[in-house]
């Protein structure tokens, strides 16, 4: 696997917190405004991401090519397709499910360990902050076990869905507290942000640039994408 592909999983063991959405979401702004070459590898057996993608080529047809790609593969067949065609990619997020049990879902926690660089999105109440909390001992171990191979492994969090500034500020400090280093800058709870164009990057809009690119910045500096 050539070391210049970056893999980065936006990841939490908690369901619906933004996962599958803020993968797009980045993957798409960094094929459109920084021409990187984007797949996303859809390990989710829900499918969602392939779902949306098949969905909106349909819509656009054949003549007209989205910005990433999109490889739907059970997280068996990863490690084996990253070895093949891996370096074929400058970035690849691999969109993981959620956990039903953490301590044995062994296929979705190894999925990480395919990753240099995993991003949790926080949404900011008490119970989903727990659940990331146990959700950044996966991650500190696998940064441990990473690290004694030699291999760069990083993580941050950033709050996802921002509301109430109150509950966001309390999640914040909790998962600091928990070992997760929180992004500065967060997303808000935006209609724009809920169905992501693999065509068309969220900033091709005003108010996506207006409100996603403080957020991307951070994110491509933090990560050197
Ligand atoms: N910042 C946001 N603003 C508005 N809506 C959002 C935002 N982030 C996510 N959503 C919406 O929240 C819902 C859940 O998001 P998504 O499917 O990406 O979560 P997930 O973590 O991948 O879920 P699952 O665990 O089911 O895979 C979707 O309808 C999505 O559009
Ligand atoms: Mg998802």
């Known amino acids: 696997m050539e ?8 990841a939490n063991s908690k369901g619906g917190v933004g996962k599958s959405c803020v993968s797009a979401l980045l993957a798409v702004a960094l094929a459109k405004k920084k021409k990187k070459k984007v797949l996303i590898i859809d390990c989710d057996s829900q499918g969602s991401i392939t779902d949306m993608y098949e969905r909106e080529r349909e819509q656009y047809g054949e003549d007209k090519d989205p910005a990433i790609e999109v490889e ?4 068996r067949k990863v490690q084996t397709f990253l ?18 049990d953490k301590k044995k879902d062994t296929a979705t926690v190894m999925l990480l360990y ?3 660089s995993v991003l949790v999105p926080v949404v900011g109440n008490e119970v989903d902050v727990l659940s990331s909390q146990d959700f950044t001992e996966i991650l ?3 940064a441990t076990d990473k690290h004694e191979m030699g291999e760069e492994f990083k993580f941050y969090g950033f709050i996802n869905r921002r509301n109430q500034r109150k509950s966001n500020e309390l999640a914040e400090k909790q998962m600091k507290k928990g070992g997760l280093k929180m992004f500065k800058n967060s997303l808000p709870d935006l209609k724009i942000f809920t169905h992501p164009s693999f065509y068309n990057s969220i900033m091709e809009s ?6 996603f690119e403080a957020f991307f910045k951070e994110f491509c500096r933090k990560f050197k994408v």
């Not at 070391?3 to 936006?10: E, F, G, P």
């Not at 005003?206 to 409100?211: H, K, P, Q, T, V």
């Open 3 to 10: 070391s210049n592909t970056r893999i980065i999983s936006v």
């Open 114 to 116: 395919n990753c240099d």
């Open 72 to 75: 739907e593969l059970t997280p």
């Open 83 to 100: 070895k093949r065609f891996g370096s074929d990619y400058d970035v690849i997020f691999i969109d993981i499910p959620r956990m039903t």
């Open 140 to 142: 500190e171990e696998a």
């Open 206 to 211: 005003a108010e996506g640039e207006r409100r």
